[in-house]
C-alpha cells in the first residue's frame, strides 16, 4: 500500500514526457525589433537617400544614389575609424552591414559616377539627426528650366530645404528657399514650398548677421538703381532685341555674391564657392568676389 502511494506522488510530480524547464518569459532575453532611420543628402553634384536598420549588436545600411554608386566609405567621427569602405560594379542601390551597434555620429561618403566622374557625396548618420518620418519634404521633385535664373543653384537650394524639412528644421528650410527666391523671385515651386512653411511657422524669416574674425569680406553690396528706361524708338525704325546693360549684370553680380555671404556665414563652403564662381562667370573683374574665393580655394584645397 505504502508502496502505491509513493509511485502515484512521483507520477504527479514528475508527469510523464516532462523535460528539464526552460527559461521563463521573465527571464529570457528579449529581441527588440530593429529600428529604422532616414537620411538624405542633396547637392549640385548628387543626392542620396539612406536607410539603417538597427539590431541586436549591428545594423545594416542601404543607399540610393541618382547616380550609380561605385565605392563607399563609412568612418566613425568619433574614433575616426573607418568601419566600412569598398568599391563595386556601379549600382543604383549600395548595401552593407556593420557588426556594431548604430550610435554615431557617423559619416558616410558614396561615389556617384556622373559621365566619366566619379563625384563624392557625404552626409553625417546619427540617432539624433536622423529625418522625422511625419515629413516627406514638398510634394514633386524640381522641374529644371534652363531658361530661368541661376536654375541650377536655385535648385539646389531647393533641394537643401527639401531634406532640412524632412528633418524638422523649418528655419533652415526657409533661409534655403529665401535665397533661392532673391535669385529667381518668380519660380513657381520655390514661392509655393516657402509659402507652405511660413504657413507651419506662422511667421517671415529673419537672416542672422554676420559673425566678425571669419576672414571672409563680409560686407554685403548694395543694390544699384535701376537703369532708366530707354526711349522708343521711332515708328519706321524695327525695336531690335533687349540687350542686357551692364547694370543689370552688375545687380545680378551682386546678388550672387551676397548669396555666396550667406552660405560662408551658414558654413556651407562648397555653396559659397558655387554663388562666387557665378558671380565671376557673370562679372569676371569682380574683386570682393576674386578675393574670397582665392581665400577659400586656399583655405580649402579639397573642397568640390
Avoid: C
Amino acid at each position: 500500500m505504502r508502496a502505491a502511494v509513493l509511485s502515484l506522488l512521483l507520477l504527479v510530480t514528475f508527469p510523464s514526457g516532462a523535460q528539464t524547464p526552460g527559461p521563463t518569459p521573465g527571464n529570457a532575453k528579449i529581441l527588440s525589433k530593429p529600428s529604422s532611420y532616414l537620411f538624405s543628402s542633396a547637392t549640385v553634384w548628387g543626392r542620396l537617400k539612406v536607410q539603417v536598420w538597427a539590431e541586436q549588436g549591428k545594423f545594416k545600411v542601404e543607399a540610393v544614389g541618382d547616380h550609380p554608386i561605385s565605392g563607399w566609405n563609412l568612418l566613425d567621427e568619433g574614433t575616426q575609424k573607418v568601419l566600412s569602405r569598398g568599391a563595386l560594379q556601379p549600382t543604383s542601390t549600395l548595401r552593407f552591414e556593420v557588426s556594431q551597434v548604430f550610435q554615431g555620429p557617423y559619416r558616410l561618403t558614396a561615389f556617384l559616377l556622373d559621365g566619366k566622374e566619379e563625384v563624392p557625396v557625404s552626409l553625417k548618420l546619427s540617432v539624433e539627426g536622423a529625418q522625422d518620418p511625419s515629413r516627406s519634404g514638398p510634394v514633386e521633385a524640381f522641374k529644371t528650366d534652363m531658361d530661368r535664373p541661376f536654375n541650377s543653384m536655385v535648385r539646389s537650394l531647393y533641394e537643401k530645404a527639401s531634406d532640412q524639412y524632412a528633418r524638422g528644421n523649418l528655419k533652415g528650410a526657409e533661409k534655403s528657399l529665401v535665397k533661392a527666391e532673391e535669385m529667381d523671385p518668380e519660380q513657381p515651386q520655390v514661392r509655393a514650398f516657402l509659402g507652405r512653411i511660413r504657413d507651419e511657422l506662422g511667421g517671415p524669416a529673419t537672416l542672422p548677421r554676420a559673425e566678425a574674425g571669419t576672414g571672409i569680406e563680409e560686407r554685403p553690396l548694395k543694390k544699384k538703381p535701376p537703369f532708366p528706361p530707354k526711349r522708343r524708338a521711332p515708328k519706321a525704325t524695327p525695336t531690335p532685341e533687349p540687350v542686357e546693360s551692364s547694370l543689370d549684370r552688375a545687380a545680378k553680380a551682386d546678388r550672387a555674391y551676397n548669396l555666396g555671404l550667406e552660405s560662408y556665414r551658414q558654413e556651407d563652403l562648397s555653396a559659397a564657392k558655387k554663388f562666387w564662381e557665378e558671380t565671376l562667370r557673370i562679372d569676371p573683374t569682380h574683386p570682393q568676389a576674386k578675393r574670397n574665393l582665392e581665400r577659400l580655394k586656399k583655405e580649402h584645397p579639397d573642397l568640390p
